[in-house]
């Protein structure tokens, strides 16, 4: 009877410590796979199109993307404040001056990717492989096609003349597409006439820079100016309002493609980069190359109302409405380059 009972203890303890190990194995495995599995992206982008293309993707890999929307620059300072602590393996953002910035702040790293290569042109890609475009922007002469003529337009830097006094519309200089858009100039032309167009620029202003892109295309239908200076995805998001008086506007501007003939028309991107300290680099990668692919450049480019990054991908029938262009031949690296010196320069000449 006692043997028994000693038998039966025995084979408790081993039935005990055999679901025990079940159990941690099985927890462990749960980790493991759960760390498999997962995906942190920061993002400024705020848009719907988006959201299908996360939805996609986790369905396609089983990667589950866990997306913290902000400000551009507060996220930039939430991933300087976190650190190696972060839990963000990707950055989001408008505009190669904003990633130049998390470069230059030592918050992102270099990604080697055949696809990302292959997907996205090198004048869209920053040089050190640090960000990577992937929606691109083309920052355009906006007017009211009652009151100016498209042969009236020419360049950026005929709007200086004395023709356009009081009639050119732009956001603030505190505004990141402008300061690139400077940049560009500086990149292209030098210091010295960057600061000669601003500071002519600045002379034709038809009021104190405010408001969005939207406003300023708003505000040329209002009779307030009859040129404005802002990006086309905007043209884009009036024409597809649901607000009837948006897509009035909308209809009553037109789009100029300004240095046809010389430069080439400012562009700019939205572009990813992977953090320093992300946990999940091989996902985060994934990603990325799955954002440069034909199927997600066309959501892009579908129904976001952005030129796709990848050449290999059609640009939307609305886009292709307003004909094809020459986009200034420079790596958008430099613009987070020079965007110091624009700073500087749109101070110096009042651009407020």
């Known amino acids: 009877m006692k043997s028994k009972k000693i038998v039966s203890m025995l084979m408790a303890t081993v039935l005990s410590v055999g679901l025990l190990a079940g159990c941690t194995s099985n927890k462990s495995d749960a980790k493991d796979n759960g760390e498999s599995k997962i995906l942190n992206l920061y993002t400024s982008r705020h848009y719907e199109t988006d959201d299908k293309l996360y939805e996609e993707f986790t369905k396609e890999t089983g990667i589950k993307i866990n997306v ?114 400077l940049a560009s100039f500086i990149a292209i032309n030098g210091e010295e006439e960057a600061e000669k167009w601003a500071k002519g620029l600045v002379n034709n202003f038809a009021r104190d820079p405010k408001g969005s892109d939207r406003d300023q295309a708003k505000a040329v239908v209002a009779g307030e100016g009859d040129v404005a200076i802002m990006n086309t995805y905007y043209v884009g998001k009036l024409l597809n309002s649901s607000d009837p008086e948006e897509v009035k506007v909308g209809e009553k501007v037109g789009v100029f493609f300004p240095n046809q003939e010389t430069t080439g ?88």
Not at 143 to 156: G, I, N, P, Q
Not at 283 to 295: G, H, Q, R, T, V
């Open 68 to 181: 913290v929307e902000g400000n551009p620059d507060e996220l930039l300072e939430r991933l300087e404040r976190e650190g190696a602590d972060t839990e963000a393996d990707l950055f989001i953002t408008a505009d190669a001056g904003r990633l130049d910035a998390a470069k230059k702040k030592d918050l992102l790293q270099s990604v080697s990717s055949e696809t990302l290569n292959r997907n996205i042109p090198e004048n869209l890609r920053d040089k050190d492989d640090q960000w990577f475009g992937l929606a691109v922007r083309a920052r355009v002469l906006v007017y009211d096609k009652e009151r100016v003529k498209a042969e009236e337009l020419s360049t950026y830097e005929a709007l200086t003349e004395e023709k356009w006094k009081g009639k050119i519309l732009t956001r603030s200089s505190g505004n990141i597409y402008n300061q690139s858009l």
């Open 265 to 352: 028309t400012h562009i700019n991107v939205s572009a990813i980069g992977l953090t320093k300290n992300s946990k999940n680099k091989d996902n985060a990668i994934k990603f990325m190359e799955f954002l440069s692919s034909d199927f997600a450049q066309k959501q892009f480019a579908q129904t976001n109302f952005e030129y796709p990054a990848n050449p290999k991908v059609e640009a939307s029938e609305l886009l292709k409405s307003w004909g094809e262009f020459k986009a200034q031949e420079i790596n958008l690296s430099l613009l987070g380059e020079y965007n110091s010196k624009a700073v500087e320069i749109m101070n110096k000449v009042g651009w407020k």
